[in-house]
């Protein structure tokens, strides 16, 4: 699902060069007669990383950089265990969530939501003042906070945790829920990660923390928290097949995938191995923005 909740048809671009491009000015289509039909803003793809454009129709283009208000929420159903890592040992964390959405009440998670299941909530949350801050998180059952020094998820390190299960916004069970002292500047951007995990019974999840004047955020408000839109293309994709392009900034056709007729939850895509082979990926084997799988099929049959 896309950022709005909704399935849509989706274009996974792969770099398989050795240097990151700007893919500003390039192009994707459906149609060879305008193989500029929608192009891309300011974005750069890195080597050997992908890149998804949703055909959705809702031509959307925001630059590299762009953040708007609300955390990205993806939820991971039918997985037995409470602990975190019963949900990130999983084969499908975090490639395939079974739901995702947008957070826009806060760092906090609906509840009520089933038993058995995990959730993933992340983004970017901007330092109002220069100063010492201190996170906090609660739920139902074990979870782990993550923040990144800077943008980058890959510098994220854990600052708290609940290892058990707490009360609706109960900020006190355990010591390991509260974070040290974390010095942050003032309109700088940091990446941040809630991962969550219910096993049965009650269910909830929220981030709290304080600010340089003591005042208390618990759960830390909308308005400090962002994530980056995503791309969406200004056409879909016809269900019966069509060829999609791909196009330099002058026109010229750098590669394209054949139109062929899709079943629902049924991708098409390059073999990681062999470029010129093609193959199916089912439900249980697509990875939009990862490399795809070695096992696809040869053949769908209806």
């Given at each position: 699902r896309d950022e709005d909740g909704n399935s849509e048809d989706w274009i996974e671009i792969q770099n398989a060069g050795e240097e990151s491009v700007n893919l500003a000015g390039y192009g994707l289509s459906d149609n060879a007669g305008s193989p500029l039909k929608w192009t891309f803003p300011s974005v750069t793809i890195g080597a050997g990383k992908h890149l998804i454009v949703w055909a959705s129709s809702k031509n959307r283009r925001p630059d590299a950089g762009t953040m708007t208000n609300g955390l990205r929420r993806e939820v991971w159903l039918?997985?037995?265990?409470?602990?975190?890592?019963?949900?990130?040992?999983?084969?499908?964390?975090?490639?395939?969530?079974?739901?995702?959405?947008?957070?826009?009440?806060?760092?906090?998670?609906?509840?009520?939501?089933?038993?058995?299941?995990?959730q993933r909530m992340?983004?970017?949350?901007?330092?109002?003042?220069?100063?010492?801050?201190?996170?906090?998180?609660?739920?139902?059952?074990?979870?782990?906070?993550?923040?990144?020094?800077?943008?980058?998820?890959?510098?994220?390190?854990?600052?708290?945790?609940?290892?058990?299960?707490?009360?609706?916004?109960?900020?006190?069970?355990?010591?390991?829920?509260?974070?040290a002292s974390i010095s942050l500047v003032a309109g700088q951007a940091y990446y941040i990660c809630a991962i969550m995990k219910q096993g049965?019974?009650?269910?909830?999840?929220?981030v709290g923390w304080q600010l340089p004047n003591s005042t208390l955020e618990r759960p830390i408000a909308a308005s400090r928290l962002f994530h980056t839109p995503e791309l969406h293309a200004n056409f879909g994709i016809s269900s019966g097949g069509e060829t999609l392009l791909?196009?330099?900034?002058?026109?010229?056709?750098?590669?394209?995938?054949?139109?062929?007729?899709?079943?629902?939850?049924?991708?098409?895509g390059r073999s990681p191995s062999n470029t010129n082979i093609w193959y199916y990926y089912d439900v249980n084997q697509a990875s939009p923005g990862y490399a795809n799988s070695a096992t696809g099929f040869g053949e769908v049959l209806e």
């Open positions: 039918s997985l037995a265990g409470e602990t975190v890592a019963s949900l990130t040992s999983s084969a499908r964390y975090p490639y395939r969530p079974d739901d995702r959405n947008i957070a826009r009440d806060g760092f906090v998670a609906p509840s009520g939501v089933d038993g058995n299941y995990g992340h983004g970017y949350i901007v330092a109002p003042s220069t100063g010492s801050y201190r996170f906090w998180i609660s739920s139902d059952d074990y979870s782990a906070l993550y923040l990144s020094s800077n943008m980058d998820p890959a510098n994220a390190t854990l600052i708290a945790s609940v290892p058990g299960w707490t009360d609706a916004k109960q900020w006190d069970k355990y010591s390991e829920q509260q974070s049965s019974g009650g269910d909830h999840l929220a791909l196009s330099a900034p002058n026109g010229t056709v750098l590669d394209q995938a054949p139109a062929m007729s899709l079943l629902r939850d049924v991708s098409y």
